[in-house]
């Protein structure tokens, strides 16, 4: 069924027939995202990987050229196992597909590009970590081939908008008279760290949704428990997923593509909900508006607040003061018989050392003692306004450093890394306002700023060293996230914050799956009672990367255990399993489900759904504004039949989408 690729490495570099696609990367995104085109897509790939050995993870033997081989090597014997146990079939996305082309090359430079095909090819993905390499890689690719589809990963979000518009500029300029409908020279900027972000966040925790947006729409995917005895479960807009039979249990391992009927099930009919008692469930549960983008919030305030800038000790001292200030104002008034502003006004005078003294024949004997008692209360002054001064110049030299861990925290969120990712699950936590304690070893890390700037409390320090876990204050701690670039650091502060705290919510970055299943098995193991997780971010951000390839519009994807479901924007025309068909009729249980109609005439239609729409304050209706009904139709009859100018947004699997574009691609076919 499959093309044999344990002789990858020694297979000639023939040319490339005309409509294949390209990866371009040198860490594990690159692989992952072949493994998706290849494996999932049925598509034809040539991967281009740095020759040595992986920069990234030095720790690996391999190199990345047998990295890559060892992974299509274990898909091609999941797949020939998957397809014995199903007998075969139409369903197989990969059948007559050659194996895929791998060459090594330190740099993406022309001669390379030309010798992958890129001038023939119909998509380029450009993956590597470096942003400046994937600029200057996409800008050779366009002159190369004008109507190439280009996929980029840039963590910069204002620099991939405007690249986005400069690219596809470059395109019709290269080839002027070009039909600009006819020309297929879209341009995506895709990040990993942005796809992954909420995933991760979400695994630190309980009961928390995933969002979607749409046309300034936000839907959420929330995951429920099963309901007790006697309750009715809320199905809400309609059900998603089953969750994994052991998923409610906190040592339960999380089902994958490979648990079979105890795993997860992604799109299922009503049946088979009804027939699933005791098991959670993904629902799409409501649909807002979307408002403009809430920036995270800063931990104990906006400003300055008066108990970061002077001490409590010293707050207290300027408090007996004025206390004492204020008696002795009032014992003059009662002793002498002045007015309160007179009192007051003799009062600070004595505790500024301007009064007069009070020798006079008229001055009582009360009078004299409430003199030396302000002088007394004065000499106290001086050395507080000196403390003062000297704790505020403090204050204001330590604005800008890290802020401590303070000593009351709890139920907060310990985050182990700064790198990428970390960055992005900072921001969606505190956009969530969920306190966070930061580790970071490198005091120069990319989201060192950030932190600072959120008032984010940061303890800087190697993890796997005694100490630094508890000044994160992990015994008050409600979750901790491991998301450093090491799996071995990530296992270790796992282990110690477990040691610690045993009943501790944990989520672990891992790339080896093999791996990941040993630490599961050990930790089941040691803590039966502890809620342990593992994300991979190459698994969760593949899938969009490849359907952005594929040339659809992807709005999301959701993670559901260790499967991945896409949202996604598709043209009904050319899709023959849903044009002419009823809502109804279109389900394909397990594979795709139709979720919402777009309503408005083409002519108007938005054309990135992900968009929200600029606000016109001359026109209060308008886009953007909550006011303005939305295009799409979220409530559709089961009976209304999908026409060819539809454009329709829907809930797939991986598997499911590429059934969809590949009959698209036989139908399309003269």
């Given at each position: 069924m499959l093309g044999s690729v344990s002789t990858l490495?020694?297979?000639?570099?023939?040319?490339?027939?005309?409509?294949?696609?390209?990866?371009c990367g040198d860490d594990t995104l690159a692989r992952r995202l072949a493994v998706e085109l290849r494996y999932v897509y049925g598509e034809r790939v040539t991967l281009l990987v740095p020759p040595g050995r992986d920069t990234s993870r030095p720790e690996l033997p391999l190199t990345q050229r047998a990295r890559a081989v060892a992974l299509f090597g274990r898909m091609s014997a999941a797949m020939s196992r998957n397809g014995a146990g199903a007998g075969g079939g139409d369903g197989d996305t990969n059948a007559g597909v050659e194996a895929v082309r791998i060459m090594e090359a330190h740099e993406p430079s022309d001669d390379v590009l030309e010798e992958a095909g890129v001038d023939r090819a119909a998509a380029l993905a450009l993956v590597y970590d470096d942003d400046e390499r994937n600029i200057r890689a996409a800008l050779t690719?366009?002159?190369?081939?004008?109507?190439?589809?280009?996929?980029?990963?840039?963590?910069?979000?204002?620099l991939g908008q405007h690249l986005e518009t400069l690219l596809d500029q470059a395109a019709a300029v290269s080839v002027p008279g070009l039909d600009p409908a006819a020309m297929?020279?879209?341009?995506t900027v895709l990040s990993d760290a942005d796809t992954a972000a909420p995933a991760l966040a979400a695994t630190a925790l309980t009961g928390s949704s995933k969002v979607i947006q749409a046309e300034g729409l936000l839907l959420r995917a929330v995951e429920r428990t099963p309901p007790r005895p006697g309750e009715l479960a809320d199905p809400g807009l309609c059900t998603l997923a089953l969750l994994s039979s052991t998923s409610q249990d906190p040592a339960g391992a999380e089902g994958s593509d490979s648990s079979g009927a105890e795993g997860p099930q992604l799109l299922p009919d009503l049946a088979t909900v009804n027939a699933a008692t005791g098991r959670g469930t993904v629902v799409l549960e409501a649909i807002s508006h979307a408002g403009p983008d809430r920036g995270p919030t800063r931990m104990g305030g906006r400003g300055a607040p008066l108990g970061q800038v002077f001490s409590r000790r010293l707050r207290w001292s300027a408090l007996g003061v004025a206390a004492a200030v204020i008696a002795l104002a009032v014992a003059s008034v009662i002793t002498t018989g002045d007015s309160p502003l007179h009192a007051a006004y003799l009062t600070m005078l004595d505790l500024l050392a301007m009064g007069d003294p009070a020798v006079e024949t008229d001055d009582s004997a009360s009078r004299q003692v409430i003199q030396l008692l302000s002088g007394m209360a004065g000499l106290l002054l001086l050395p507080l306004l000196v403390a003062a001064v000297l704790e505020a110049f403090g204050s204001l030299r330590t604005a800008s450093s890290l802020r401590r861990p303070p000593r009351g925290l709890s139920g907060h969120v310990v985050l182990l890394g700064l790198g990428k990712i970390g960055t992005r699950v900072l921001v969606r936590l505190r956009e969530l306002d969920i306190p966070v304690v930061v580790v970071e070893e490198d005091p120069e890390a990319r989201g060192i700023p950030l932190a600072r700037s959120l008032h984010v409390p940061t303890v800087l320090g190697d993890v796997t060293q005694e100490g630094v876990l508890e000044a994160a204050k992990i015994r008050r701690a409600r979750a901790l996230l491991a998301l450093t670039s090491v799996d071995t650091t990530n296992l270790e502060a796992a282990l110690y914050a477990r040691s610690v705290k045993p009943?501790?919510?944990?989520?672990?970055?891992?790339?080896?799956?093999?791996?990941?299943?040993?630490?599961?098995?050990?930790?089941?193991?040691?803590?039966?009672?502890?809620?342990?997780?593992?994300?991979?971010?190459?698994?969760?951000?593949?899938?969009?990367?490849?359907?952005a390839m594929m040339g659809r519009q992807i709005l999301g994807a959701v993670p559901v255990e260790r499967k991945v479901m896409l949202f996604a924007a598709l043209e009904v025309a050319g899709h023959p399993q849903l044009e002419g068909r009823t809502v109804d009729q279109a389900f394909r249980a397990g594979a795709w489900r139709v979720l919402a109609l777009d309503a408005t005439p083409p002519a108007d239609r938005l054309p990135d759904l992900t968009a929200v729409?600029?606000?016109?304050?001359?026109?209060?209706?308008?886009?953007?504004?909550?006011?303005?009904?939305?295009?799409?139709?979220?409530?559709?009859?089961?009976?209304?039949v999908l026409r060819a100018e539809d454009r329709v947004v829907i809930a797939a699997t991986r598997r499911g989408l590429a059934e969809l574009l590949r009959r698209q691609r036989s139908a399309l076919r003269p």
């Open positions: 490495p020694h297979q000639p570099q023939r040319p490339v027939n005309n409509g294949h696609m390209v990866v690719a366009r002159r190369l081939n004008p109507r190439l589809r280009l996929v980029i990963r840039l963590y910069n979000r204002k297929d020279a879209s341009t009943d501790l919510r944990v989520a672990l970055r891992l790339y080896d799956d093999e791996f990941a299943t040993a630490v599961y098995r050990t930790l089941r193991t040691a803590h039966p009672q502890a809620l342990t997780r593992s994300r991979s971010v190459s698994h969760l951000a593949a899938p969009a990367f490849a359907v729409p600029p606000y016109d304050p001359l026109d209060p209706t308008g886009p953007g504004t909550s006011g303005r009904p939305s295009g799409l139709v979220w409530d559709l009859h089961p009976g209304y």
